[in-house]
């Protein structure tokens, strides 16, 4: 049983930041504060429905424009488009890392 109570001074900054990690992570201030002081592992940051409906779209965005420029690789490796090819094989690759990182996120 947590019947103690411990105080700490901090500026109205510090305060503010304490508070957004807090509410970020889903926990309470005293929460994350014991898990800090303690070592405790913090639960990755949460996300309301909004963002992640926004991060679920972006993902999808970013897929159907990797599916496009996918297809000009091909052509730019079959001969059709000249000169190309190595930009657009870059910019895959930077696309795909990018949906990779968003997924993490997501998860």
């Known amino acids: 049983m947590r019947d103690r109570i411990i105080r700490i001074r901090a500026s109205t900054e510090?305060?503010?930041k304490i508070e957004q990690?807090?509410?970020?992570?889903?926990?309470?201030?005293?929460?994350?504060?014991?898990?800090?002081?303690?070592?405790v592992r913090m639960p990755v940051r949460t996300f309301d429905?909004?963002?992640?409906?926004?991060l679920t779209r972006a993902l999808g965005e970013l897929g159907r424009i990797g599916g496009n420029l996918n297809q000009l690789v091909r052509r730019a490796n079959s001969g059709?488009?000249?000169?190309?090819?190595?930009?657009?094989?870059?910019?895959l690759s930077g696309i795909d890392?990018?949906?990779?990182?968003?997924r993490g996120i997501i998860s």
């Not at 807090?22 to 994350?32: D, Q, Y």
């Open 21 to 39: 990690l807090a509410k970020g992570r889903g926990l309470s201030i005293s929460e994350m504060m014991r898990r800090a002081a303690l070592g």
């Open 97 to 102: 890392t990018l949906r990779h990182h968003l």
């Open 80 to 91: 059709k488009l000249s000169g190309y090819d190595a930009d657009l094989a870059q910019t």
């Open 14 to 16: 510090e305060i503010s």
């Open 49 to 54: 429905s909004t963002q992640v409906v926004l």
